[in-house]
């Protein structure tokens, strides 16, 4: 007869569910507790003791710690061996994770909240070594090595294009030095900065100038531009004798709004300047000449012949300053940079009337030119285009409304325009 066996194995009984019970720990809450520690780079060594520290953040316990938690405390988890060191910082994970202790005697499982700490490892002996620096060609190389890898078809195209148009600059080894010879003797040649400047300010389209004036009056001298010959034959007298209505048609250009306005301020005053009468004579036979010469060009008049009306002196001054003959023709012509020429000369004696601060708007519009193009000119004789300050006003004994427009204002030290240098 077969022997039953009877099963040793603990069965559960029905009372067993009321005897178990959870209750939170009784402990201090900033109390050292436990800790979870995660590794996910290696596993240590059970041999290795691990402890527990505070570190200096803003929850540092304090003399009313005991309501902060332990598993909220700033913590830090540290061990090492002979070759690694561990550590670890608790960083928020948006979890909270509690450990339970089960007592079998009593069957009450005591609960607390514990921190996870994520374990990071350095190895001692390579604290002290710099990592190797990448080049650009080594990344240039990694990063075609995955486009071989990974691209797409047209990558791949492009990272060969790019190994085909590659330069070798191994057989260039051979060729440097016949290429710097090459290129010294090229630019033997070529003039240095100080040189070229030199070069443009004796080229520059404008009047004979002292760049050493300490006086805008002594940048550009009245009889550089006037000579004296043609200074004699100017005269102030017949605008001083005859009444506000007769002196404009004394001047050899009726039509400009500048001219007949700075004319007739200084004749109304209590003393009028003969000279600056005369120099305006002088601005107004210079636009006369300008409106001739251009018409000359275009074939309608022969210069020669208006000029006439003109005082011989002054007609062939202007005719040898401010005209040039081509080789194959005895006929003058007003080229462009003659024409320039001719306007910073009377630029100049604009400056002069108006104690170097002209209004450039007003001059554009007598000679129907755009304001641009004429303040361009006033800056290659080294002019600002800028609104005048309260000295300024005060000192020309202009309106305070005249500050809201530009004008062309002369200043010492004299600085021209500054070569631009060709972008790349």
């Known amino acids: 007869m077969a022997s039953t066996s009877v099963s040793k194995k603990r069965k559960r009984g029905a009372g067993d569910d009321a005897k ?16 979870l520690a995660n590794f996910p780079s290696a596993i240590p060594s059970k041999s290795i003791t691990f402890s527990c520290y505070q570190t200096g953040g803003k929850a540092r316990v304090t003399e009313d710690a005991d309501g902060v938690d ?10 090492e061996t002979d070759s690694v060191d561990f550590h670890s910082a608790n960083q928020t994970t948006g979890c909270r994770y509690l450990v339970g202790v089960h007592d079998k005697k009593t069957g009450i499982t005591t609960i607390r909240p514990a921190p996870l700490h994520t374990l990071t490892r350095d190895v001692k002996a390579l604290k002290g070594l710099e990592p190797i620096a990448v080049s650009v060609l080594q990344r240039l ?5 995955l486009g071989e890898t990974f691209g797409t078809k047209k990558a791949k195209l492009a990272i060969k294009a790019q190994e085909r148009n590659k330069v070798d600059v191994s057989a260039m080894e051979t060729v440097v030095d016949h290429l710097q010879e090459s290129i010294q003797k090229s630019t033997q040649a070529l003039p240095s900065k100080e040189e070229a400047q030199a070069t443009a300010d004796s080229t520059r389209l404008v009047p004979p100038y002292n760049a050493e004036a300490t006086l805008p009056s002594d940048v550009y001298s009245l009889h550089s531009i006037i000579p004296e010959a043609e200074w004699k034959t100017l005269s102030a007298t017949p605008f001083l004798v005859v009444g506000q209505n007769q002196r404009t048609p004394l001047l050899p250009f009726k039509r400009s709004k500048w001219i007949n306005q700075h004319l007739h301020s200084i004749c109304d005053s209590t003393s009028p300047s003969k000279t600056n009468i005369k120099i305006l004579q002088y601005i107004s036979y210079m636009m006369v000449f ?6 000359s060009n275009l074939g309608k008049i022969s210069l020669q012949e208006k000029l006439t009306s003109m005082p011989s002196a002054i ?7 401010f005209t040039e003959s081509a080789r194959s023709s005895s006929k003058p012509q007003f080229t462009s940079q003659k024409e320039a020429l001719l306007l910073t000369h009377m630029f100049a004696l604009c400056l002069r009337i108006d104690d170097y601060a002209t209004d450039t708007e007003l ?4 000679l129907s030119q755009s304001t641009h193009s004429i303040n361009t000119l006033f800056k290659s004789m080294g002019c600002q285009i800028a609104k005048l300050t309260l000295t300024d ?4 004994g202009l309106p305070d409304s005249a500050a809201e427009a530009k004008r062309a204002l002369l200043k010492v030290p004299l600085e021209f325009p500054k070569l631009r240098g060709k972008r790349r």
């Open 20 to 35: 178990a019970s959870f209750v939170l720990s009784t402990q201090p809450k900033s109390q050292l507790g436990p800790v």
């Open 70 to 79: 332990f598993a909220d405390l700033p913590t830090l988890v540290a061990g």
């Open 141 to 145: 190389e990694a990063r075609a090595a």
């Open 290 to 295: 300008r409106k001739l010469a251009t018409q």
């Open 315 to 321: 007609a062939d001054g202007l005719l040898s300053r």
């Open 363 to 366: 001059i554009a519009k007598d």
């Open 393 to 396: 006003l005060k000192r020309l």
